[in-house]
């Protein structure tokens, strides 16, 4: 499975951006079919952390407390892509962002995109 991710950029404060991530590859592979997608970040000297997912069949989203109420995550199993719209960007959420995919076997990542909130 490889993940093309798209978007990101400079932002003012209170801002939005939207980052899109597709899948493509055997993903109509059983052993690849995707259980879920979603976005890590990771902010220069920090460590990846996790920010929201999507299980892929059911669509239940899951996101961390510091995103909540600001950024959503759609899909569109069709192009095996997902949206995430971010809403209400603080400096804090600058970071670099990385599309991840899960599936039977193992997670996949993404070439990661930056996101830059200034104050």
């Known amino acids: 499975v490889q993940l093309q991710a798209s978007g990101g950029g400079l932002v003012q404060a209170g801002g939005s951006l939207r980052l899109s991530c597709a899948a493509s590859?055997?993903?109509?592979?059983?052993?690849?079919?995707?259980?879920?997608m979603g976005w890590f970040r990771q902010a220069p000297g920090k460590e990846r952390e996790f920010v929201v997912n999507i299980d892929w069949s059911g669509g239940s989203r899951n996101y961390a407390d510091s995103v909540k109420g600001r950024f959503t995550i759609s899909r569109d199993n069709a192009k095996n892509t997902v949206l995430l719209e971010m809403n209400s960007l603080k400096p804090e959420d600058t970071a670099i962002y990385y599309c991840s995919a899960r599936t039977i076997t193992r997670r996949y990542w993404g070439q990661g995109t930056q996101v830059t909130v200034s104050s």
């Open positions: 590859g055997r993903t109509s592979s059983i052993y690849d079919s995707i259980y879920d």
